[in-house]
């Protein structure tokens, strides 16, 4: 089963606008957040991190929300372009069993009409 | 700066062939190694994973087996693939616990 899980698997949005994607997880223990962004045919790439000593941590353009209370992950995406259109994963680095392994949801797919 | 090798891209089999997909790292020592297969619209499913030389786990029971020969070479393996074994298969490093993982390219395996 997948131990991270995501709201919408498809978000639409026009090009300058805000994007938020959102993630819920199931591990109260997981300590590390990924954010990875995937492009049609190709392997996921890294687009941010956050630790969970953090709540927010930014990036270009990106911005990554962590609230440990109710286990839920968000990415922003500032003034979004064509070029961010991909499917986007969240990802937890603990397995319930206490393995550190990058564990994904099962993706949110983000459409950027210009 | 390290990279990671998958190939092929795409591959075509039917079905009871054997199953060789190979994966090397370059520029790191002792990573961790991961083979993950996503189907169509999912996530990410974690099929095996290793921190070393010999030292593999399985996550899921399957069709699949996974090898380590040399530190920076993890080959995933099948003797008889089903059709249920179509998929795109991605391999990956990470270094330590709580770093980032590094994908290749994928797979396209299609079991006909």
């Known amino acids: 089963g997948e131990s991270v899980g995501l709201h919408l698997p498809t978000l639409s949005v026009q090009e300058g606008d805000n994007s938020i994607i959102n993630c819920a997880y199931s591990n109260s223990a997981s300590d590390y957040f990924i954010w990875y962004k995937q492009e049609s045919g190709k392997g996921p790439q890294f687009i941010i991190d956050?630790?969970?000593?953090?709540d927010k941590r930014q990036g270009q353009r990106v911005t990554v929300l962590l609230n440990k209370t109710v286990k839920h992950l968000s990415l922003q995406i500032a003034a979004t372009q064509p070029g961010d259109s991909a499917v986007y994963f969240c990802?937890?680095?603990?397995?319930?069993?206490?393995?550190?392994?990058?564990?994904f949801g099962r993706g949110t797919s983000l459409i950027v009409h210009p | 700066s390290q990279t990671i090798h998958q190939w092929p891209a795409t591959l075509v089999q039917p079905v009871g062939s054997p199953l060789s997909l190979e994966c090397t790292v370059e520029g790191t020592s002792n990573p961790n190694l991961y083979w993950y297969r996503q189907a169509a619209g999912r996530g990410l499913q974690l099929l095996f994973y290793?921190?070393?030389?010999?030292?593999i786990s399985s996550e899921v029971p399957q069709n699949l087996s996974a090898s380590r020969p040399q530190d920076r070479q993890f080959i995933l393996s099948s003797k008889k693939l089903l059709l249920s074994d179509s998929g795109f298969y991605l391999c990956a490093w990470s270094y330590g616990q709580n770093t980032e993982a590094f994908f290749g390219q994928g797979t396209r395996l299609t079991v006909v």
């Open positions: 956050i630790r969970s000593n953090m």
């Open positions: 290793s921190v070393g030389i010999g030292q």
């Open positions: 990802a937890e680095n603990k397995t319930p069993g206490g393995s550190y392994i990058p564990t």
